[in-house]
């Protein structure tokens, strides 16, 4: 017998999008067969959710000494 459970509905989600950047667009060094699916998708979200939305990109150091560690 099944155990039925109740799923409160999420309210206080955020969309955390992590990384997009153009290196990663069609042509770029990094060129990354999916951008061009996701990005129109991702744009959306954040459009219609832009408070609760968070980008995030990672940026190398001038100099590998600044950041120790791999």
């Known amino acids: 017998m099944a155990v039925k459970t109740r799923i409160d509905p999420i309210t206080e989600a955020v969309h955390l ?25 991702i744009v959306d979200i954040a459009a219609r ?8 990109r990672f940026i190398t150091p001038l100099h590998a000494t600044d950041r120790p560690g791999r």
Do not use: H, K
Not at 24 to 34: K, L, M
Not at 49 to 56: D, E, G, I, K, Q
């Open 49 to 56: 959710y832009a408070v609760r939305t968070v980008f995030t």
């Open 17 to 41: 999008s992590i990384d997009m950047q153009n290196i990663f667009s069609r042509g770029a060094v990094w060129e990354t067969p999916w951008m061009e699916r996701v990005l129109p998708v």
